[in-house]
């Protein structure tokens, strides 16, 4: 039987054991985090072409997101993908090279408009059906100019209910649709909220929080570690992304770290203004750039 004062004293001790910090070995190593680096095949000067993969090797890249095609007054896309033989030449080729495509992107909609397109549901499935057969788990679909929430705002109960129809497509396939808006973070997290899918997430990219003077660290903590699918991680064309000084690279790796992000960093744009057209090099320093950072030893 223990006295009164020692039953005191034992509570003491097991209360003030709660309040200290666990011995670091109790949560094991801290986990390392992937990130691997991609162009952009229409960047590239490649659109659907299988040299868009070597090129992609020789840029150094990871990997590489390939368009869907045109779409111009189309009821779906223009996709070589949709041929069996070309779709095999690209699984081979990327085989060959050690390179994964890393998502498949309807650039078409940039230009057209997804709240008004009354073949959607076929173009966005074609998108999911190439995705399925050859193995990638993002499709990329930009909302556009048309598409755009902050100068058309009443655009959005039929841009919610058609996401919403996506966001069941993809669910069914077992894949994500990653969308690009004008919207700042709290936006998009309100749009995701209003979609209600998870299989609909955020494709982000720097460069539009850049351009319209968005502090680009708080809105990728807004948005979160789950609802960002993807980056394309470079700014509006001008310098390399090393010379670029209002984007600090070595930041941003820690704030994704951080929130515990990883994954794919497409390179989209930040092309030297005097020599744009020069493909290897303004893409082959931006990826070693890139490495460089996120995938320093």
Known sequence: MLSRRDFLSTA??????LLLPRPLAAFGKPKKLT??????DLMILKRQKLGALQ??????????????????????????????EIRQQFLDKAKELNLEICSLAMTGFYAQSFATRPTYERMVQDCIDTMKLMNVRVGFLPLGNQGDLVKNP???????????????MAEKAGVVIG???????AGEVRLLRDIGSKH??????????????RDLHQELRTLGRKRICQIHCTDDDGVWLQNN??????????????MGWQGWLVIERSRDANDPRNVKKNFGANTAYMKSIFQAI
């Open 245 to 258: 000084t209002r984007l600090d690279m070595k930041r941003v790796k820690q704030t994704l770290a951080d």
């Open 179 to 185: 969308i690009e808006t004008a919207l700042d973070a």
């Open 35 to 40: 990130y691997k680096i991609a162009v952009v």
């Open 12 to 17: 003491l001790l097991a209360t003030g054991s």
């Open 55 to 84: 090129l992609t090797k020789d840029i150094g890249a990871d990997g590489v997101e390939v368009d869907m095609g045109g779409l111009g007054n189309r009821d779906t896309f223009d996709s070589q993908l949709s041929n069996p």
């Open 200 to 213: 609909i997430q955020i494709y982000f990219n720097f460069s539009n929080a850049l351009k319209n003077g």
């Open 154 to 168: 009443e655009l959005r109960p039929a841009l919610v209910e058609r996401l919403k129809v996506v966001g069941r």
